[in-house]
């Protein structure tokens, strides 16, 4: 109880969070009434997987939110202090209205970051504010570079219920600094991501703006029970690599109600690179997106891969907008790869202006060294698409599978595709693939032949991670937020 205010000058929160409204606000009005001699009250209202006992302001711990002062020693110290009360009801950390320039910092377990939602986080471009870390073993190298790779700007590994959020506070990552680095080949390690969260169990990363990420922005990776809420992603579309969302490696997952502008894929679920994702062997799988709008011009609404050698299977995604994009569900994998991507469905997608509606591709490159096996093929069956609409489309779909290889199991009903003023002739362009279409238009390719009645598949049981609730929280103030 160290941070409260009745026993702490120096603090402005006062008061902890209960999942019992009752109950909070029975001891709300205890701590007004203690606290009105000292200052007028702010208050923060929120849900989370779990509400804290105790709260702390980064102010408490020396952090200047000028947008100049560093604030990493500030976010590390508190943290580290607050880490101490995980076994005591967990601690919060709010940032309040500000700029706050920071390097990476590390989260812990029984813990949330809350960013006021007029707080600005600021990434550092001072390279020695991120701490270099080895390489993940399912990728076996660095995306950018052979070396390691720098930490996230907010990074956790091996925690348990850690929770990052606020209402549309702004985490900027100043990104232009390391987009110009990677474009003129000047890095030796490979570019920070905003957050990252490694080996964790019970996650929530929700209502947050997110901007200019130096490159991917929001990498869950060997996790389990992770909810992703309200996220507004945007970076410029031609930044390099900003991918919005790249669920890897993770079991149970739910991404819902994100608006994403950026210049890679929307969302790209992954799991591990060629023979060092086959080695470790963790599938990203029960995985539900819904209810996310993509603008990415040059990249996929939902890409699944291309890393995918531990395996991709049971994704449901619905609900999902997309406009001025080049693909909707691009499957992306290749020779090398092995693992598999299965059991996919995919209803009510609303698609405008798109180069391509469905996009598969078995000659994705890139290998992470020149040691993966030739012989390594993917499996990809189950692939089940409906009940989408899409306008201004240039080519319906390319399908190519892998020689001897074929992506099988293919189904997609009740599709209406209208085409630009100026389409392709060939708009169904399919290789190495085996499936059936149903009123589906323009008619698909051959090899996905017309067959009636066809009734594409979606679950109709819900996963457990649909069910996880969200408690009401509470942090009281006593200076107005
Ligand atoms: C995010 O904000 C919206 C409204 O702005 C609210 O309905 C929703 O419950 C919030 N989600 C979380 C996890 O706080
Ligand atoms: C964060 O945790 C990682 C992994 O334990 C560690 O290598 C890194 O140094 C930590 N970062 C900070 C700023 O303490
Ligand atoms: C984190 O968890 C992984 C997987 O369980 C384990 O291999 C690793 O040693 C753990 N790291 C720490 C710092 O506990
Ligand atoms: C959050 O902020 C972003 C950026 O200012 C804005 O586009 C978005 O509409 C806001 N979201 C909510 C729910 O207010
Ligand atoms: C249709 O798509 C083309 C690109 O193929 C684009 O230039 C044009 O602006 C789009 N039209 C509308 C009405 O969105
Ligand atoms: C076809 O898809 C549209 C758009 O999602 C939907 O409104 C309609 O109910 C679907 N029809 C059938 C037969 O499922
Ligand atoms: C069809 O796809 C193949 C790749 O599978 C490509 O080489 C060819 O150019 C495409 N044809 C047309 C007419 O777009």
């Known amino acids: ?75 590390r110290s508190a943290i580290d202090k607050l880490s101490k009360l995980a076994s005591d009801g967990g601690a919060a950390l709010v940032v309040p209205p ?10 812990t377990s029984h813990f949330t ?32 570079a052979a070396g390691g790779r720098l930490s996230s700007l907010i990074f956790g590994t091996n925690l348990t219920d850690v929770v990052v959020t606020g209402a549309n506070g702004t985490i900027d990552g100043q990104g232009a600094y390391w987009w110009g680095k990677f474009k003129k080949n000047q890095l030796d390690v490979t570019r920070p991501y905003l957050i990252e969260i490694m080996y964790s169990n019970q996650v929530q990363i929700s209502n947050l703006t997110f901007v200019n990420s130096p490159s991917w922005n929001v990498h869950p990776i060997y996790s389990s029970n992770v ?41 790209a679920v992954k799991s591990g690179w060629d023979q060092y994702g086959i080695k470790v062997g963790m599938p990203t799988q029960r995985l539900v997106i819904r209810r996310v709008t993509c603008i990415s011009p040059d990249s996929a609404t939902i890409a699944l891969g291309s890393e995918m050698s531990g395996g991709i299977r049971d994704v449901r995604a619905e609900d999902i907008t997309a406009i001025d994009t080049q693909s909707g569900v691009r499957i992306k994998t290749g020779v090398g790869r092995g693992g598999y991507v299965k059991d996919i ?4 997608m609303t698609m405008k202006t798109m180069k391509y509606v469905f996009w598969m591709t078995g000659s994705y490159g890139q290998h992470p060294d020149p040691g993966f096996d030739p012989k390594a093929l993917p499996d990809i069956h189950g692939i089940n698409y409906r009940d989408m609409v899409a306008e201004n489309v240039t080519y319906s779909a390319r ?34 693939v ?48």
């Open 1 to 75: 109880m160290e941070y409260l205010c009745l026993k702490s000058r120096n603090s402005h929160v006062i008061e902890m969070s209960t999942t019992l409204i009752l109950l909070g606000l029975l001891v709300l009005s205890l701590q007004v009434a203690e606290c009105r001699s000292k200052q007028p009250l702010g208050n923060l209202e929120f849900l989370a997987l779990n509400c804290r006992k105790h709260s702390a302001v980064l102010t408490d711990f020396g952090g200047v939110g000028d947008g100049k002062t560093s604030n990493t020693k500030a976010f």
């Open 98 to 107: 500000g700029k706050w320039l920071t390097g990476s910092f590390n989260l």
């Open 113 to 144: 970051l809350y960013i006021h939602k007029d707080a600005v986080l600021l990434g550092s471009q001072v390279e020695s504010e991120w701490p270099r870390l080895p390489v993940l073993p399912s990728y076996g190298r660095g995306r950018d």
């Open 227 to 267: 909810i992703i809420q309200g996220l507004t992603i945007l970076a410029p579309v031609d930044s390099p690599n900003t991918d919005g969302i790249d669920p890897d490696s993770c079991t149970d997952i739910r991404i819902e109600d994100c608006y994403i502008v950026s210049g890679d894929d929307c969302i």
């Open 345 to 348: 469905y995919v209803r009510r």
């Open 399 to 432: 399908l190519d599978g892998i020689p001897n290889d074929p992506f099988k199991g293919i189904c997609i009903f009740n599709v209406t595709i209208t085409l630009t003023k100026k389409p392709k002739e060939l708009q169904w362009n399919c290789t190495d």
């Open 434 to 481: 085996q499936g059936v279409t149903s009123r589906v238009t323009p008619p698909a390719c051959s090899l996905l032949p017309e067959k009636k009645p066809v009734d594409c598949p979606f679950p109709a049981d819900r996963l457990p991670v649909e069910d996880l609730k969200l408690k009401r929280c509470f942090i009281v103030s006593s200076v107005p937020f």
